[in-house]
């Protein structure tokens, strides 16, 4: 799910968490306050629209900070691709989404999003020695969100 989008699979793991999927959005809606993100109201795992349910570009980036924060998931998110091996031993291989992470030696990963109404959607994030930083773009269109985001993340980081 962090390197590439597959929303039955997040369905799947809500149900397996906490038994059904309201009851894991009232999860996410926990820890999303307990993060300080209090503009935001989630009612499914993936993210695909449902009536009630928001964010915001600050909330979306206290939220990363804190899975950015985690070394496993920052280790996931930074790789270009990802090998899954099932059971039988053949294997599927998933390319990450965010081009910035292709195109930018100091991007070293997060996660891409689309729906219509939220339009093409990156966070990113970036690191030079001594800083870390995180950009949030929302409602942009497919050619313009990787040049935004690389835009932002250098800025940021005042490369």
Same mark, same amino acid.
């Given at each position: 799910l962090l390197v590439h989008s597959c /929303?039955?699979?997040? %369905?799947?793991? @809500?149900r397996d968490?906490? +038994? =059904?999927?309201? #009851?894991? *959005? %009232? $999860?996410? /809606?926990?820890?999303?306050r307990s993060l300080g993100a209090i503009n935001s109201n989630f009612l499914n795992p993936n993210g695909l629209p449902m009536p009630g349910q928001y964010?915001?570009? &600050? =909330?979306?980036? $206290?939220?990363?900070? *804190? @899975?950015?924060?985690n070394p496993t998931i920052r280790s996931i998110v930074s790789l270009p691709n990802l090998v899954f091996r099932y059971a039988d031993g053949h294997t599927r291989e998933f390319d990450n989404t965010n081009k910035v992470l292709r &195109? $930018?030696?100091?991007? /070293?990963g997060m996660k891409t999003g689309y729906t219509d109404a939220a339009g093409h959607c990156l966070?990113?994030? +970036?690191? &030079?020695? +001594? &800083? =870390?930083?995180?950009?949030?773009?929302? +409602? =942009? /269109?497919?050619?313009?969100?990787?040049?935004? #985001?690389a835009a932002l993340l250098s800025w940021a980081l005042q490369i």
């Open positions: /929303n039955d699979v997040a %369905r799947c793991l @809500a968490t906490a +038994g =059904d999927i309201d #009851s894991f *959005a %009232r $999860l996410m /809606n926990e820890k999303a964010s915001t570009a &600050r =909330d979306l980036s $206290l939220i990363a900070k *804190a @899975a950015y924060a &195109r $930018l030696p100091y991007c /070293n966070i990113s994030s +970036g690191a &030079r020695p +001594g &800083r =870390d930083v995180i950009a949030v773009v929302l +409602g =942009d /269109n497919k050619p313009h969100v990787w040049s935004d #985001s």
